[in-house]
Nanobody, 124 residues
Framework: QVQLVESGGGLVQAGGSLRLSCAAS????????MAWFRQAPGKEREFVSA????????VYADSVKGRFTISGDNAKNTVSLQMNSLKPEDTAVYYCAAADHGVRVKLPSGYDYWGQGTQVTVSS
């Protein structure tokens, strides 16, 4: 089993920045990808960004491209999401996810493990 714990959420004004972190523990030997998803009230969980653990390639949703940056630290088993130029529409609970096998990284169904989520609120 793998446990994922997110941190770094909070309240920020529009245009501000936040950095989310996700720490993985437990059986972390094999990892295909890690990702961030978000879910706003009344909406479906949506893809934000992913990083391929081997090679470090990254993928972003169009809505965050150029504003968010995902990074991973193999040695520390952590993945971070630097969020800049935040907008009110970025308000959501942000979830960290990990996949041990090949997966279509933009689909939540492919991930094996999920964190409990951290709230991000952007005020206008």
């Amino acid at each position: 089993q793998v446990q994922l714990v997110e941190s770094g959420g909070g309240l920020v004004q529009a245009g501000g920045s936040l950095r989310l972190s996700c720490a993985a523990s437990g059986r972390t030997g094999s990892r295909y990808a890690m990702a961030w998803f978000r879910q706003a009230p009344g909406k479906e969980r949506e893809f934000v960004s992913a990083i391929y653990w081997s090679g470090g390639g990254t993928v972003y949703a169009d809505s965050v491209k150029g504003r968010f940056t995902i990074s991973g630290d193999n040695a520390k088993n952590t993945v971070s999401l630097q969020m800049n130029s935040l907008k009110p529409e970025d308000t959501a609970v942000y979830y960290c996810a990990a996949a041990d096998h090949g997966v279509r990284v933009k689909l939540p169904s492919g991930y094996d493990y999920w964190g409990q989520g951290t709230q991000v609120t952007v005020s206008s």
